[in-house]
């Protein structure tokens, strides 16, 4: 799902950043150590800010960052240019469905709020699990019905009803998918994090996404004038 003017304005802030650098990435690890950093995914990129935090905290070989938005990304491509240039990061315009991440097998993948603007998010929490490889890691940070559904909230930015979810939901449908629970926080039944890992001894996939092709619809890899 795009999101609107309002909530676009908002994860393009400083506060938005500066709760990823302080609070988020900080608590990630503490809550649920080191990612495994050979090849890291993060849905709903947006505009780049949380790859770059990756690359600084975790210093993974490669990353990719997946968004249904193109505007976004456009603005990613532009603020991560030297990245991409230097093959450390890819972009890709996915779907709902998450389709090219399912395809695909990643040691961490991370969610910085992102899952609950995906109306059908248990098919993508499937695909993101499905994308872990054996032994891996998904880090998740959430935003809960509470707050999403919040009549005030609703009065500035829209979030689809059927992507509501509550801490214990998305802790039950993490299980459902064969992830390890090794860490969480639940604030006030607001927002809270969730880190997990696979424990499945099913193979790994192809890896095929580390490309200049896999870049779609004319995302622009270059840094604008």
């Not at 770059?52 to 603005?75: A, Q, S, T």
């Not at 500035?156 to 064969?178: C, M, Q, R, T, Y």
């Not at 629970?181 to 696979?198: C, D, P, Q, S, T």
Request: hydrophobic share 40%.
């Amino acid at each position: 799902m795009k999101v609107n003017m309002v909530e676009a304005m908002f994860v393009n802030s400083w506060i938005r950043r500066f709760m990823q650098k302080y609070l988020e990435v900080p608590l990630f690890t503490k809550i649920g150590g080191l990612p495994k950093t050979k090849r890291v995914a993060e849905i709903g990129c947006g505009s780049g800010y949380g790859l770059r935090l990756l690359l600084d905290f975790y210093e993974p070989n490669v990353v990719h960052g997946f968004d249904i938005d193109e505007k976004m990304l456009n603005r990613a491509s532009s603020f991560l240019a030297k990245e991409i240039m230097e093959h450390r990061v890819f972009l890709h315009n996915e779907d709902d469905s998450l389709s090219q991440l399912k395809s695909n097998k990643f040691s961490t993948v991370f969610f910085f709020g992102s899952l609950h603007h995906i109306p059908k998010w248990r098919l993508a929490l499937n695909a993101a699990s499905e994308s872990v490889e054996e032994g891996g890691k998904m880090y998740l940070w959430e935003f809960y019905r509470p707050l999403t559904m919040n009549w005030f909230v609703k009065l500035f930015v829209h979030h689809p009803a059927e992507a509501a979810f509550s801490h214990s939901e998305l802790g039950d449908e993490l299980i459902k998918n064969k992830m390890d629970i090794i860490g969480r926080f639940n604030f006030l039944g607001l927002a809270g994090m969730y880190v997990v890992e696979k424990n499945t001894g099913k193979s790994p996939r192809n890896e095929n996404l580390n490309s200049a092709s896999s870049f779609t619809h004319n995302v622009n890899t270059r840094a604008k004038a």
